[in-house]
Every structure is written in C-alpha cells, then in structure tokens.
C-alpha cells in the first residue's frame, strides 16, 4: 500500500511563491512518474506537471516557466516550486503516483490573493 502526503499550500499574494512537497510510502515511487494535479472551486481536476522516472517533464501550458518540478528518490519525494503565483492558480493541489495506479495524496490548498 502506499500513501502519499502534501504539505506546503497556504495563503500567498499574486507574484509570490510556495513549494509544495509530496512523501511517498513503499518502494515503488523512483520506478513510476508523478504528478500533480488541481482543482479550483467549481472546476474539474486538471494535470499541472508531471515528472518520469527518468526525470523526464512536462507542464500545463498556464504555468510553464513559472513553475518547476523535481524529484529526491532518495527521499521518496516529489516537490512542486511555484513562482509568479496568480489568482487562477488557487485549488487544492493533489500529487499522484504513476499512470496505472489509483495512489493520490489527500490535497493541500493554495490560495493566491490578487
């Protein structure tokens, strides 16, 4: 089983920046790819980035070259640093393991203020 854990969303006016963290358990996270997901208010779930195995990414077009993902395999973690953060940018972030898994993290919300 594994769990996956966010931290790091919180309250930020428009132009600031968060970084926004997600733990994996179990043994199975440097072999699969990781996203990130969010909803805002009212809104389907949307894919922000993701990052393969191989490190390998790719990003929604709104927040390329604002945002940035990464990951410490060591440390079974994957982390979203998000900079020149906008109103549209609010939601609850969710990180996900792998294409064929059903693993989600429970969300962390971030909120920009204009």
């Known amino acids: 089983q594994v769990q996956l854990v966010e931290s790091g969303g919180g309250l930020v006016q428009a132009g600031g920046s968060l970084r926004l963290s997600c733990a994996a358990s179990?043994?199975?996270?440097?072999?699969?790819?990781m996203y990130w997901y969010r909803q805002a208010p009212g809104k389907q779930r949307e894919l922000v980035a993701y990052i393969s195995s191989d490190y390998n990414t790719n990003y929604k077009d709104s927040v390329k070259g604002r945002f940035t993902i990464s990951r410490d395999n060591a440390k079974n973690t994957v982390y979203l640093q998000m900079d020149s953060l906008k109103p549209e940018d609010t939601g609850v972030y969710y990180c996900k393991l792998g294409a064929l898994y059903n693993y989600w993290g429970q969300g962390t919300q971030v909120t920009v203020s204009s």
């Open positions: 179990g043994s199975i996270f440097r072999s699969n790819t």
